[in-house]
């Protein structure tokens, strides 16, 4: 019986020493029947020659200058021929039995959709620690969790999909800039397929210093925009709960920013350690960076919610 052929896609953009040894982790695969399909996001390093250090492997590689994230994965699960595709980072390291174990649980069960892998991050503050695995809050809030067993939403550096679900439910919502993975469960969720987390599949995620998300985004614009695609509120008792709980997160955000705000303590010590000029502009630079912060939330949590309401009720 012939094995089921895997698509493996990474998404890469001058990071050939770790994309490297990403491959090499593939290469050292139990299981052998894969593909990689390997989208360079614009690249000016030697990413365009790693296939020549990796003959022996059947890798497609694709040059692209697309811009977001949603669509530089579909355009890249676009590209696969295997019937299950496995998401990876190019900052990340499988395990040996990584794709076996997936594998075999997509082929004990058919309803099975989307299998969350086991991801341990290296290098990330602490905050970072639980990223690629979560769950949808209030107002569709996404939250990292800390129990695996409250997972639900996996992230793009350890999930794998069945192919046909990724085609039957219309992969990506491209106007997803950020939570395109929170999307994309849901759109999974809503036609009855089941979930789950594979904890023998680990993979390791390394920090890297180059970030692919915009500098400037907002989450709360896509979080709003995902509730309302999936949860718009129908009776004035929802209306009701949707306004109560924003309130709630802006609260949360608020007292988020003022546990960023430099104690006069921190400034007494700053002073008495360095010198005037250093511990001036040292404290200069902190101020500058809350002020902008607050703006940020201010415009994250008010005018662009406010905008988006605004927009989507005079489309109606």
């Not at 595709?85 to 390291?93: A, L, Q």
């Not at 004035?236 to 960023?260: A, H, P, V």
Request: net charge positive; glycine share 6%.
């Amino acid at each position: 019986m012939n094995k089921p052929i895997v698509s493996i896609v990474i998404l890469t953009r001058d990071r050939y020493n770790l994309l490297k040894k990403c491959i090499s982790s593939i290469k050292d695969s139990t299981y052998k029947d894969f593909e990689v399909i390997l989208i360079d996001n614009g690249s000016i390093d030697n990413t365009k020659y790693i296939t020549k250090e990796f003959q022996e492997l059947n890798i497609r590689y694709f040059f692209t200058k697309i811009k977001k994230l949603s669509r530089l994965r579909q355009y890249g699960i676009e590209q696969a021929k295997g019937r299950y595709v496995i998401m990876i980072d190019d900052d990340c390291v499988l395990d040996p039995k990584y794709i076996e174990l997936v594998v075999k649980r997509f082929e004990e069960d058919e309803n099975i959709a989307i299998i969350g892998g086991n991801l341990i991050n290296i290098g990330f503050d602490k905050g970072s620690l639980n990223k690629g695995k979560g769950k949808i809050g209030i107002n569709c809030k996404y939250e990292t969790v800390t129990k695996i067993n409250l997972a639900e939403v996996f992230g793009s550096a350890c999930m794998s999909i069945r192919k046909e679900v990724f085609e039957e439910v219309g992969g990506y919502d491209l106007y997803c800039d950020f939570m395109e993975e929170v999307d994309l469960t849901l759109k999974v969720k809503n036609r009855g397929y089941k979930i789950c987390f594979e904890p023998n599949a680990i993979i390791k995620h390394y920090k890297s210093e180059i970030y692919y998300r915009p500098l400037f985004n907002s989450p709360n614009k896509i979080r709003l925009y995902l509730f309302f695609k999936y949860f718009t509120p129908k009776t004035i008792k929802e209306w009701f709960s949707f306004f109560y709980n924003e309130f709630y997160l802006l609260g949360y955000d608020i007292k988020n920013f003022f546990l960023t705000f430099p104690f006069i303590g921190t400034i007494k010590k700053n002073l008495f350690e360095y010198s005037f000029l250093y511990s001036f502009l040292k404290i200069f630079n902190i101020y500058i960076n809350v002020i902008i912060k607050f703006y940020l939330i201010f415009l994250d949590r008010i005018i662009i919610p406010f905008l988006y309401i605004k927009s989507k009720k005079s489309r109606i």
